[in-house]
């Protein structure tokens, strides 16, 4: 399989919310923004270990909406990308079987 | 009564002594979450007996009211702004923070709290019960939104919360008056102070989750399903083709609606006050004072009031799509293209306001909590065409401008030359927003978060409470500043008298002023009577039509015309866009550069924003004038 170049890596692949695709879902590492900002994520739900999944978003795919912790938040793509999480599976799926 | 702090009738005791007295009335502060119903609740415990205003020297709002209880006691409800925690760095927080804790003057430190949470969302709210339990206040932990709960197989055990937070809980809906009883019981009762069984550390919001979590465990909270609606929906007004074309419709609507449906309502309104002015001037004699009573005062107030169908339609539009939670969305869909302009998705709402009324609109910028965004915002925002332009815009387009169709049915000349304004004034907007957000406002990296609700149904109640509060501004301008100028220009058109007459209108006082300042604004192609029309719209801009109606009415060459031949014979095309061109520029309105103070907390942005706007409404109609001869 094409994917399986991927599947080399160990188990845990690192990403930030900016690579998942509606419907995917992954556990928040860390947020690297600065305190006050940090905080104000983890007031929202952002909080590292939380599962963070990818909803819709605006036409473009900017902002998105992530639900976490029981609410939906959007979050633009230049924040997204600060929030480093763990995928559950490999970014790319395969063909569904 | 120092002694007595322990004992629980104190507070119904302190109530007794001072009876029918407003300001011995137990003050009892409301505070949850963005999204958790808490203003609801308060329009519930109160209805029409609330007042809002600014916390002194800050720009946050203060809503208070008096909720009446069962047994006819009064308490006196303080609505805090909606915070996720009591860690104080927004203004906001601030607030709240000062108001619990006693350390604002012009506020009563709250005897009690109510604390309102979103039941379907338990876990992240209950974060907020923790430095509030931390205060040592009586608090009533309200668990809001019981209906949603139910309705999506949320389940939760009342008494285990009661006994882990150490306080009562009430389960409620404030949408449908579910269990609002509690409340009542809960303010008229001992309200003992919470005694929680653990609380923890307040700034380490990590443990305060992990806290929150756990004391949901133990109530056995189920969370419910995620809302079904609100997904199902979400898949339209989100689709990635649907959702822009829906976004376009409402726009659409909400234009169309304040356009058109508004006409026969301003018609009715208009036919009223004629129909009363003419039975004043058959009822009383002929004298100054009637001339006053009915030249000045029931015109010139009525030429403003007939717009009010018009601003409430407006706000209704803009209350339903904030309580459905459908703004949200569309804030979404904006942010890329406000993006563009160096503004944020949380700007596009005040900006819609604005097309009713920059006052409002400026004071909904408080949901940007970007300072840098909030205030290119509250600078642009009164470029937008707000209601106070469209008399003045119709009058104008009316006299010089023929009825014509453009694109078949759909377009006409005038409704063109209108929309050509707008997109004038939007223009405007956008160049300046950039100039700003490229030079003195240029924003550091503050994330854009934006929280969607569920959608519900806007209630009845919340939408009338606003509508009412809003009748209430705009009427209450109409009954004193419109009013006071318009009296004060009576006057001075009717004075000096000569030979005890009353003088001709360009040798009166208001005459003189307009002959003096003619040589600045005849290249502008504006004569005297336009420029005392600019005089006194500097209060409103509205209030021009008014002015005009008088002078015109009191020339003998104009008297029998109406206000629009009047106008056509005495301005030129040339001088007619150039008004146009003024008045979409200018920022002639006191009540939006009072806001504008008040909201950025000084004169420095205010100042700035009137000179700014002058300038370029001087220069722009100046063009104008000179392109179209």
Same mark, same amino acid.
């Given at each position: 399989?094409?994917?399986?170049?991927?599947?080399?890596?160990?188990?845990?692949?690192?990403?930030?919310?900016?690579?998942?695709? +509606?419907?995917?879902?992954?556990?928040?590492?860390? !947020?690297? =923004?600065?305190?006050?900002? *940090? #905080? %104000? @994520?983890?007031?929202?739900?952002?909080?590292?270990?939380?599962?963070?999944?990818?909803?819709?978003?605006?036409?473009?795919?900017?902002? +998105?909406?992530?639900?976490?912790?029981?609410?939906? !938040?959007? =979050?633009?793509?230049?924040? *997204? #990308? %600060? @929030?480093?999480?763990?995928?559950?599976?490999?970014?790319?799926?395969?063909?569904?079987? | 009564?120092?002694?007595?702090?322990?004992?629980?009738?104190?507070?119904?005791?302190?109530?007794?002594?001072?009876?029918?007295?407003?300001?011995?009335?137990?003050?009892?502060?409301?505070?949850?979450?963005?999204?958790?119903?808490?203003?609801?609740?308060?329009?519930?415990?109160?209805?029409?007996?609330?007042?809002?205003?600014?916390?002194?020297?800050?720009?946050?709002?203060?809503?208070?009211?008096?909720?009446?209880?069962?047994?006819?006691?009064?308490?006196?409800?303080?609505?805090?702004?909606?915070?996720?925690?009591?860690?104080?760095?927004?203004?906001?927080?601030?607030?709240?923070?000062?108001?619990?804790?006693?350390?604002?003057?012009?506020?009563?430190?709250?005897?009690?709290?109510?604390?309102?949470?979103?039941?379907?969302?338990?876990?992240?709210?209950?974060?907020?019960?923790?430095?509030?339990?931390?205060?040592?206040?009586?608090?009533?932990?309200?668990?809001?939104?019981?209906?949603?709960?139910?309705?999506?197989?949320?389940?939760?055990?009342?008494?285990?919360?009661?006994?882990?937070?150490?306080?009562?809980?009430?389960?409620?809906?404030?949408?449908?008056?579910?269990?609002?009883?509690?409340?009542?019981?809960?303010?008229?009762?001992?309200?003992?102070?919470?005694?929680?069984?653990?609380?923890?550390?307040?700034?380490?919001?990590?443990?305060?989750?992990?806290?929150?979590?756990?004391?949901?465990?133990?109530?056995?909270?189920?969370?419910?399903?995620?809302?079904?609606?609100?997904?199902?929906?979400?898949?339209?007004?989100?689709?990635?083709?649907?959702?822009?074309?829906?976004?376009?419709?409402?726009?659409?609507?909400?234009?169309?609606?304040?356009?058109?449906?508004?006409?026969?309502?301003?018609?009715?309104?208009?036919?009223?006050?004629?129909?009363?002015?003419?039975?004043?001037?058959?009822?009383?004699?002929?004298?100054?004072?009637?001339?006053?009573?009915?030249?000045?005062?029931?015109?010139?107030?009525?030429?403003?009031?007939?717009?009010?169908?018009?601003?409430?339609?407006?706000?209704?539009?803009?209350?339903?799509?904030?309580?459905?939670?459908?703004?949200?969305?569309?804030?979404?869909?904006?942010?890329?293209?406000?993006?563009?302009?160096?503004?944020?998705?949380?700007?596009?709402?005040?900006?819609?306001?604005?097309?009713?009324?920059?006052?409002?609109?400026?004071?909904?910028?408080?949901?940007?909590?970007?300072?840098?965004?909030?205030?290119?915002?509250?600078?642009?925002?009164?470029?937008?065409?707000?209601?106070?332009?469209?008399?003045?815009?119709?009058?104008?387009?009316?006299?010089?401008?023929?009825?014509?169709?453009?694109?078949?049915?759909?377009?006409?000349?005038?409704?063109?030359?209108?929309?050509?304004?707008?997109?004038?004034?939007?223009?405007?907007?956008?160049?300046?927003?950039?100039?700003?957000?490229?030079?003195?406002?240029?924003?550091?990296?503050?994330?854009?978060?934006?929280?969607?609700?569920?959608?519900?149904?806007?209630?009845?109640?919340?939408?009338?409470?606003?509508?009412?509060?809003?009748?209430?501004?705009?009427?209450?301008?109409?009954?004193?500043?419109?009013?006071?100028?318009?009296?004060?220009?009576?006057?001075?058109?009717?004075?000096?008298?000569?030979?005890?007459?009353?003088?001709?209108?360009?040798?009166?006082?208001?005459?003189?002023?307009?002959?003096?300042?003619?040589?600045?604004?005849?290249?502008?192609?504006?004569?005297?009577?336009?420029?005392?029309?600019?005089?006194?719209?500097?209060?409103?801009?509205?209030?021009?039509?008014?002015?005009?109606?008088?002078?015109?009415?009191?020339?003998?060459?104009?008297?029998?015309?109406?206000?629009?031949?009047?106008?056509?014979?005495?301005?030129?095309?040339?001088?007619?866009?150039?008004?146009?061109?003024?008045?979409?520029?200018?920022?002639?309105?006191?009540?939006?550069?009072?806001?504008?103070?008040?909201?950025?907390?000084?004169?420095?942005?205010?100042?700035?924003?009137?000179?700014?706007?002058?300038?370029?409404?001087?220069?722009?109609?100046?063009?104008?004038?000179?392109?179209?001869?």
């Amino acid at each position: 399989m094409q994917l399986s170049g991927n599947c080399d890596q160990p188990e845990v692949f690192s990403a930030t919310l900016v690579d998942l695709v +509606r419907g995917d879902a992954a556990i928040l590492d860390r !947020i690297d =923004l600065p305190g006050d900002d *940090a #905080r %104000r @994520l983890m007031e929202l739900g952002f909080l590292p270990g939380t599962r963070v999944t990818a909803g819709l978003s605006a036409p473009g795919g900017d902002p +998105r909406v992530f639900q976490v912790d029981g609410s939906e !938040i959007a =979050l633009r793509r230049e924040t *997204a #990308r %600060r @929030l480093k999480v763990r995928l559950e599976k490999a970014p790319r799926r395969g063909p569904r079987v | 009564m120092s002694e007595c702090s322990d004992c629980r009738s104190c507070g119904a005791r302190a109530v007794l002594e001072f009876p029918g007295s407003s300001t011995a009335a137990k003050a009892v502060a409301v505070i949850g979450p963005p999204n958790s119903g808490k203003t609801t609740l308060f329009n519930r415990l109160t209805g029409l007996r609330q007042k809002v205003a600014n916390f002194p020297g800050v720009t946050v709002e203060q809503h208070t009211g008096i909720a009446e209880l069962p047994d006819g006691r009064a308490v006196r409800l303080i609505d805090l702004p909606g915070v996720y925690s009591l860690s104080p760095r927004s203004e906001d927080e601030q607030v709240a923070y000062d108001v619990l804790t006693g350390n604002r003057d012009d506020t009563p430190k709250p005897e009690a709290i109510l604390l309102v949470l979103d039941s379907t969302n338990l876990a992240r709210h209950l974060m907020l019960a923790a430095p509030i339990l931390a205060l040592g206040v009586p608090t009533l932990i309200i668990l809001n939104m019981a209906d949603d709960l139910r309705n999506r197989g949320g389940h939760l055990n009342l008494d285990k919360l009661a006994a882990e937070l150490g306080a009562p809980v009430a389960l409620i809906s404030a949408r449908q008056g579910e269990g609002i009883g509690q409340v009542f019981d809960f303010l008229a009762g001992a309200m003992p102070k919470p005694a929680p069984k653990e609380l923890p550390v307040l700034h380490d919001v990590p443990k305060c989750r992990q806290w929150a979590g756990r004391v949901g465990i133990e109530a056995a909270y189920r969370p419910p399903l995620a809302p079904k609606w609100t997904r199902r929906l979400d898949a339209v007004f989100l689709h990635p083709a649907i959702g822009p074309l829906v976004f376009v419709a409402v726009v659409f609507a909400v234009f169309q609606t304040i356009f058109n449906a508004a006409v026969p309502l301003m018609d009715g309104v208009k036919w009223l006050f004629d129909v009363s002015g003419n039975w004043i001037t058959t009822t009383l004699p002929d004298s100054l004072i009637r001339s006053l009573l009915v030249e000045g005062v029931w015109k010139g107030v009525g030429s403003v009031v007939v717009f009010l169908p018009q601003v409430l339609l407006l706000f209704l539009f803009i209350a339903i799509l904030e309580d459905s939670g459908y703004l949200a969305r569309a804030a979404l869909i904006a942010d890329r293209t406000m993006a563009k302009v160096g503004l944020q998705g949380k700007s596009f709402i005040p900006l819609l306001s604005a097309y009713a009324c920059a006052v409002p609109a400026i004071m909904s910028t408080r949901t940007i909590e970007n300072r840098r965004d909030r205030i290119a915002t509250i600078l642009i925002a009164p470029f937008m065409t707000c209601s106070a332009r469209l008399p003045v815009y119709t009058l104008i387009i009316a006299a010089f401008i023929p009825q014509r169709h453009v694109v078949g049915p759909f377009l006409n000349t005038r409704a063109a030359a209108m929309l050509a304004l707008y997109v004038l004034g939007f223009l405007a907007a956008v160049v300046t927003a950039r100039l700003l957000k490229s030079s003195i406002l240029k924003t550091g990296r503050t994330p854009f978060l934006l929280e969607m609700p569920s959608y519900r149904w806007p209630t009845f109640q919340s939408i009338g409470l606003r509508l009412y509060d809003r009748s209430k501004v705009f009427l209450r301008r109409a009954g004193t500043v419109i009013l006071l100028v318009t009296v004060i220009l009576w006057i001075m058109a009717n004075l000096p008298t000569q030979n005890g007459h009353i003088p001709a209108i360009e040798n009166s006082l208001a005459g003189t002023i307009g002959r003096t300042i003619e040589p600045v604004l005849k290249p502008l192609g504006f004569n005297w009577k336009i420029g005392i029309g600019l005089i006194t719209s500097l209060a409103a801009r509205e209030t021009i039509i008014a002015t005009l109606g008088t002078i015109y009415g009191m020339d003998p060459k104009s008297h029998g015309l109406d206000l629009q031949n009047a106008i056509h014979r005495d301005l030129t095309p040339g001088g007619a866009v150039a008004l146009l061109v003024f008045f979409a520029f200018a920022m002639q309105c006191i009540s939006t550069i009072a806001v504008v103070r008040r909201e950025t907390g000084g004169w420095k942005w205010p100042i700035l924003q009137f000179s700014y706007m002058s300038v370029l409404a001087y220069a722009g109609a100046f063009v104008a004038a000179h392109l179209i001869r």
